[in-house]
T-cell receptor
Framework: EPEVTQTPSHQVTQMGQEVILRCVPISNHLYFYWYRQILGQKVEFLVSFYNNEISEKSEIFDDQFSVERPDGSNFTLKIRSTKLEDSAMYFC????????????FGPGTRLTVT | DQQVKQNSPSLSVQEGRISILNCDYTNSMFDYFLWYKKYPAEGPTFLISISSIKDKNEDGRFTVFLNKSAKHLSLHIVPSQPGDSAVYFCAASANTGTASKLTFGTGTRLQVTL
């Protein structure tokens, strides 16, 4: 089965630093998402992206966050100035069409902010 | 704002018995429901889904039941196997004609004992 891949698997950064989390969605998928899961909590939606623009974003996704699809394969999440509370697992997901709600998730990037 | 709730944080079942995981939702706009399975340090893996026009969907050992009037769904696993031990997340989606996000519950940790 095709897979969503994410790099790095673990990122440690100091508070205030910028981080970029990378994702390669499944090749023919058109809709892309970022979610996060703080340790012990539920998976939370951050942002959805379609046709090179943000479709929807949550209240978590403030001005410190941005997403980009710089080429035909990568989908990135940038956090401009990390805070301690940004420490979480970040999951990328993709689907081919919004008619199919089953989202394919990547393995996640564990972000640790110290 | 807990639109999707899983009230049992954990469940222990003997191998071979039935596991029943429950999920309640409050948003009437949800029209598609999914169950994801998650192992530690991995991304959520799709298990089974159901559209709001159905009340039951079956796939092998897994059956999902939907009671729209009660805004309740359940996942039945029969027979339970040790490899089923994981955290199970209920998720819901509202088809808004765009890149619909998934709203997750808090998860139920299932342990299948020998």
């Amino acid at each position: 089965e095709p897979e969503v891949t994410q790099t790095p698997s673990h990122q440690v950064t100091q508070m205030g630093q910028e981080v970029i989390l990378r994702c390669v969605p499944i090749s023919n998928h058109l809709y892309f998402y970022w979610y996060r899961q703080i340790l012990g909590q539920k998976v939370e939606f951050l942002v959805s992206f379609y046709n090179n623009e943000i479709s929807e974003k949550s209240e978590i996704f403030d001005d410190q966050f941005s997403v980009e699809r710089p080429d035909g394969s990568n989908f990135t999440l940038k956090i401009r100035s990390t805070k301690l509370e940004d420490s979480a697992m970040y999951f990328c997901a993709s689907i081919y069409s919004y008619d199919f709600a089953r989202q394919y998730f990547g393995p996640g990037t564990r972000l640790t902010v110290t | 704002d807990q639109q999707v709730k899983q009230n049992s944080p954990s469940l222990s079942v003997q191998e071979g018995r039935i596991s029943i995981l429950n999920c309640d939702y409050t948003n009437s706009m949800f029209d598609y429901f999914l169950w994801y399975k998650k192992y530690p340090a991995e991304g959520p893996t799709f298990l089974i889904s159901i559209s709001s026009i159905k009340d039951k969907n079956e796939d092998g050992r897994f059956t999902v039941f939907l009671n729209k009037s009660a805004k309740h769904l359940s996942l039945h696993i029969v027979p339970s196997q040790p490899g089923d031990s994981a955290v199970y997340f209920c998720a819901a989606s509202a088809n808004t004609g765009t890149a619909s996000k998934l709203t997750f519950g808090t998860g139920t940790r299932l342990q299948v004992t020998l």
